[in-house]
């Protein structure tokens, strides 16, 4: 299931501010590197300049159960890891994978 999307921006605060007014909320993560925001269960998270993984788009990211499992599934699909698996604090795991188009598709897993 799709809970999370993660759209790279190049003004964080006047994005900030058109997502805040678009959701009806303030955002729940503030900080320079990353503004988060939650509607419905859904996580919307703004990250400045595409962040670390250079972002160019939005990039959808799945919660599985287990993200090793889920990775080589893909992977033996034919999905190609553009960033393998990584701990981004507070026990959440991610990677990202490339499909045959070269769209980005996330994996995210909560510990």
Sequence with gaps: MIKTVLHPVSDLAAAKRV???LL???PQTDSSFYVGFEAGGQQIGLVP????????SPVAYWHVPDIEAKLAEV???GA?????VKDVGGGRLVATVTD?????LG???DN
């Design 75 to 77: 992977v033996a699909a």
């Design 107 to 109: 994996l995210l897993q």
């Design 24 to 26: 009806g909320a303030e």
């Design 49 to 56: 300049g595409g962040g670390p993984q250079a972002m160019t």
């Design 19 to 21: 997502y805040a007014a």
């Design 80 to 84: 190609v890891v553009k960033e393998g």
């Design 100 to 104: 045959p188009d070269g769209n980005v």
